[in-house]
C-alpha cells in the first residue's frame, strides 16, 4: 500500500484546532496552555483539494534549566473516517523528523494505558516504550494512567 499524500499547515493561535470526536481528547475545562505548543493541521490530498483530516501538536517539557534538557511531546487526533489507512503515520514521522531537525533530542508522546490504536502508532513510527506515569492525566472522566513513549535523535559518536 502505497503511503498516503499528507501535509502539515501551521495553526496560528487565533486558529481553533480542528474538532476530532476522541474519548482520549474530552479534557472538561481546560486551564492551562502548555509551553511552548505549536499545532498544525493534518491534510490530505485524495482527489486534487486538500481536506483537514486531524492535527498534531507539539509543547516543550522541561528535565532541567538548560536547552539540553528540553523535550518535545507531541500529540496527534485524526477525525475518525481518516483513520485506518497510514495518515496518522505520515504526519507523526514527518513532525518527528522536523523536530529532531531543530536540534530537539528527545521527542517524546505520552498515551492512555488503553489506546492501543495510538501505541500502535507510536511503535510503527520508532518511538520506544518506557513505562507507566501512575495518574498523571486528569480528564472529564477522572485520572488516568499514561504510558510514556520516546524517540531519541540518533548522534553519531
Ligand atoms: C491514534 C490515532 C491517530 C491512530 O490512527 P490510525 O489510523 O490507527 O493510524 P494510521 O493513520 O497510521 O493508520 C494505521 C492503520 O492503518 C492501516 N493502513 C492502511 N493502509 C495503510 C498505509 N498505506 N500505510 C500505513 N498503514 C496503513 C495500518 O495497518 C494500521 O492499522 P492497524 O493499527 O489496525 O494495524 C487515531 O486512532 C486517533 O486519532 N485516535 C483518537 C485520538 C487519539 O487517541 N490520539 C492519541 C492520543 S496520544
Do not use: K
Amino acid at each position: 500500500m502505497p503511503a498516503p499524500v499528507v501535509r502539515l499547515s501551521v495553526l496560528n493561535a487565533d486558529q481553533p484546532t480542528p474538532l476530532v470526536e476522541s474519548r482520549f481528547d474530552q479534557w472538561g475545562e481546560t486551564t492551562h496552555r502548555p509551553e511552548g505548543l505549536e499545532r498544525w493541521a493534518i491534510e490530505l490530498d485524495p482527489s486534487g483539494e486538500w481536506v483537514i483530516a486531524g492535527s498534531v501538536s507539539a509543547h516543550q517539557v522541561w528535565y532541567g534549566p538548560n536547552q539540553g534538557s528540553m523535550a518535545i511531546n507531541i500529540g496527534i487526533s485524526l477525525r475518525p473516517e481518516f483513520r485506518g489507512s497510514g495518515i496518522a503515520q505520515v504526519a507523526v514521522c514527518d513532525l518527528v523528523a522536523q523536530l529532531h531537525d531543530r536540534g530537539i533530542a528527545r521527542v517524546e508522546a505520552s498515551t492512555d494505558v488503553d489506546n492501543t490504536p495510538a501505541q500502535r502508532l507510536l511503535s510503527r513510527c520508532g518511538f520506544t516504550y518506557e513505562g507507566v506515569a501512575h495518574g498523571a492525566q486528569v480528564r472529564a472522566d477522572g485520572r488516568h494512567d499514561l504510558q510514556i513513549w520516546s524517540h531519541l535523535q540518533v548522534t553519531n559518536g
